[in-house]
Nanobody, 123 residues
Framework: QVQLLESGGGLVQAGGSLRLSCVVSGSIFAIYDMGWYRQAPGKQRELVATITSAGNTDYADSVAGRFTISTDNAKNTVYLQMNSLKPEDTAVYYC?????????????????WGQGTQVTVSS
């Protein structure tokens, strides 16, 4: 069983900053990648940023240059530093991780999701 627990959401004024955290725990053999998605009311869930175990990152065009994804591999934790926030960044932010579980000779790679944390940016 693998669990993802997000924290750090809240209400902030436009131009402000927030830092989201997500801890991955459970029966983990290894983590392939981690990331953040978001879903605004009435819209589909969209990718915000991802990072592989090798440190390769990818960002949505809408957040590039404002958001930074990083990890603490020793703690199985992924962070999202969000600066220069805009009202259009308002959404529920979901943590995700692709995790290897099982014995070394029979590994299974699956994607897991957190419950989400609300980020609200006021104008």
């Amino acid at each position: 069983q693998v669990q993802l627990l997000e924290s750090g959401g809240g209400l902030v004024q436009a131009g402000g900053s927030l830092r989201l955290s997500c801890v991955v725990s459970g029966s983990i053999f290894a983590i392939y990648d981690m990331g953040w998605y978001r879903q605004a009311p009435g819209k589909q869930r969209e990718l915000v940023a991802t990072i592989t175990s090798a440190g390769n990152t990818d960002y949505a065009d809408s957040v590039a240059g404002r958001f930074t994804i990083s990890t603490d591999n020793a703690k199985n934790t992924v962070y999202l530093q969000m600066n220069s926030l805009k009202p259009e960044d308002t959404a529920v932010y979901y943590c995700t991780a692709s995790v290897y579980t099982g014995p070394a000779d029979d590994l299974l790679l699956q994607r897991y999701w957190g419950q989400g944390t609300q980020v609200t940016v006021s104008s």
